[in-house]
């Protein structure tokens, strides 16, 4: 499951740390580790029946709970095939994981139980039987992605009337409509279309599965011809590379 969630993220274009290592019994989470959850703007849990037993994974969130307290960091928690009650009072699998830890890590005990019962608070998604694995996998992406800074553009919010421009184009996009809408926007040169339609992007292509921003179409395919731009188009589409367009009619299809 988490294999395929971080190539989801990955696909996304998310900056995703994903830990393989094991802690072996005595050792302490690395320095990497801690810098990779201290650097991250979210957090996503993923707590599994027997995420408890392991100590490695218990050291990774309580460190992750203090960085909610002292860098505002986002914890999103995925509770697969788990009651985040269980987790929360630590019963069930949870329960006799710690009835364990209190013989073999008794100092640690106490921030363990805090950092579970403050996540197990948390709003999550709960995975069991019934769900479908790839639609809540997709759901989650699609949360992440929103929850992370939309891309930087080179506009200035406090340009004349880009503000209501923006949001007058927005509602004409009709964002969560069915079917495919176009929007053109004829004017002037130097009038700022460029700089409304780039606005538009960094705000709302976030939402999308796949967004790709083309600029200078008539310089660029006057330059290197309309295959280079439809290759450039696939490959961020697709989220791929070296795509190899023979002829301008085979690029369209």
Known sequence: FVDHLYAAL????????KDDETLPRGERIGPALLKAIEESRIALVVFSENYADS??????????????????????PVFYFVDPSDVRKQKGKYGKAFRKHKRENKHKVGSWRKALEKAGNLSGWVIDENSHEAKC???????????????????????????TRLQDLKSKLKIKSDGVRIIGIWGVGGGGKTTLASAAYAE???????????????????????????????????????????????GRS
């Open 204 to 250: 709302i292509s976030h939402r999308f599965e796949a967004h790709c921003l083309l600029q200078n179409i008539r310089e660029e395919s006057n330059k290197h011809g309309l295959e280079k731009l439809q290759e450039k188009f696939l490959e961020l589409i697709l989220k791929t590379k070296n795509v190899v367009v023979g002829s301008e009619i085979e």
């Open 137 to 163: 996998i997709k759901e989650i992406v699609g949360t992440i992605s929103s929850r992370l800074p939309t891309l930087t553009t080179n506009v200035n919010k406090d340009l004349i009337g880009i503000v």
């Open 10 to 17: 990955a696909q996304q274009g998310i900056q995703t740390y």
């Open 55 to 76: 100590s490695w994974c218990l050291d990774e969130l309580a460190h992750i709970m203090e960085c909610v307290d002292t860098k505002g960091q986002i914890v999103e």
